[in-house]
């Protein structure tokens, strides 16, 4: 399974005298980065980096998920960061509809999935964090009605 994390917070750990990397991503996720096969994490700790986005290559052994293997992915630093462009009062907000949410992302990520589509077929290259990147900042507008940006 691969999925992508935007680094939080990185501390050094150890458990039973080896060790490793305890790392806190945007959403409040912590994962460790142990050594890896003949060293081949530990080699690159040094690109755990608060704020740097990382794709992360889940293994598993004995049925609990460990990271396999990352790297650092750009271009996606931007999702935890989208904000409103709002005057300076803004609306007030009626109380969320429970199922407005889903039908929300349902429709964020379909919209995306067919832009990000489009753009591949006109000789674009695309990555999948692309995608999620579009279907968040659909999914802001379609809940709060404004125009979101990606800090640069």
């Excluded at 609990?64 to 996606?76: A, C, L, Q, W």
């Excluded at 919209?111 to 579009?134: H, P, T, Y």
Aim: net charge neutral; aromatic share 8%; proline share 6%.
């Amino acid at each position: 399974m691969v999925d992508i994390a935007i680094i939080d917070k990185v501390e050094d750990d150890s458990y039973n005298g080896k060790d490793h990397k305890k790392v806190t991503d945007k959403s409040g996720r912590v994962f460790n980065v142990k050594y890896g096969r003949e060293g081949k994490l530990k080699a690159k700790w040094d690109l755990l980096v608060p704020g740097k986005s990382i794709e992360l290559t889940w293994g598993s052994y004995q049925d609990k998920p460990f990271v396999e293997d990352f790297k650092v992915v750009e271009g996606v630093e931007g999702v935890a960061k989208l904000t409103p462009q709002l005057d300076k009062e803004p609306l007030p907000t009626p109380p969320p509809d429970p199922t407005r949410k889903s039908i929300e992302r349902q429709k964020s990520l379909d919209v995306a999935e067919r832009w990000c589509s489009m753009k591949a077929q006109n000789g674009i290259e695309m990555k999948v964090f692309d995608v999620l990147v579009v279907a968040k900042m659909f999914e802001s507008y379609l809940e709060n009605g404004v125009v979101v940006e990606k800090e640069k």
